[in-house]
């Protein structure tokens, strides 16, 4: 069966320090992967997504990137952190072939920026 | 661009109580229509989905939703809520792009004992 992981599960990290958060998937081959960010108060903000090895579509610009070094690995990072990327982060992966099914999420990561 | 409105940001209601949270989008062309819980500190978990055919579905927990194209509507219905049922419940579409979900502001629901 399919399983997607992420960690860490919480961080809290001074402004102006990197970040790196990493998801991967198992069970499955070339999955489409997705990093959104849930703000306090608000809804889920899509960030990023990637449909394979190295290519990323980038849904909202600021200071965060992503990267897909391999097939079920999907990083998030950030070489300043601002207060604003306080949030919760979630990964998300979804079968290329499955056109109208939902994403599967990973279990979140909670960044808090001090 | 789609967008889901999730009017409701909070909804308390008693145990056994029945619950409705509603979800209204912009388009009907062409979508795909999804529920999701989240509970606490966890990712979120889907309660069930819309692709075709019946405009009632039904998902796991005991939760309902109807698809209404006139009304650009999918709302969730749960006839007698538990606490358990306490969770932040999202409303979600894809339309066109299967690489866009967009999701709703999300309504907390409380159960009281």
């Known amino acids: 069966s399919q399983t997607i992981h992420q960690w860490p599960a919480t961080l809290v990290q001074p402004v102006g320090s990197p970040l790196s958060l990493e998801c991967t998937v198992e069970?499955?081959?070339?999955?489409?992967l997705y990093w959104y960010r849930q703000a306090a108060g608000r809804g889920l903000q899509l960030l990023f997504y990637?449909?394979?090895?190295?290519?990323i579509s980038s849904e909202v610009p600021q200071n965060l990137s992503a990267s897909r070094p391999q097939d079920r690995q999907f990083i998030l990072s950030s070489k300043k952190l601002l207060l604003s990327d306080s949030g919760f982060y979630l990964c998300?992966?979804?079968?290329?072939?499955?056109?109208?099914?939902?994403?599967?999420f990973g279990s979140g990561t909670r960044l808090t920026v001090v | 661009a789609q967008s889901v409105t999730q009017l409701d940001s909070q909804v308390p209601v008693f145990e056994e109580a029945p619950v409705e949270l509603r979800c209204n989008y912009s388009?009907?062309?062409?979508?795909?229509l999804f529920w999701y819980v989240q509970y606490p500190n966890q990712g979120l978990q889907l309660l069930l989905k819309?692709?075709?055919?019946?405009?009632l579905v039904k998902g796991i927990n005991g939760f309902e939703a109807e698809f209404n194209k006139s009304q650009t509507s999918f709302h969730l219905r749960k006839p007698s809520v538990h606490i358990s049922d306490t969770a932040e419940y999202f409303c979600?579409?894809?339309?066109?792009?299967?690489?866009?979900?967009?999701f709703g502001s999300g309504t907390k629901l409380n159960v009281k004992p």
């Open positions: 069970g499955t081959s070339n999955p489409n």
């Open positions: 819309y692709l075709s055919g019946s405009t």
């Open positions: 979600a579409v894809i339309q066109g792009d299967f690489n866009k979900f967009y």
């Open positions: 998300a992966w979804r079968n290329q072939g499955a056109r109208g099914y939902g994403y599967t």
């Open positions: 990637s449909v394979g090895i190295g290519q």
């Open positions: 388009s009907s062309v062409s979508v795909y």
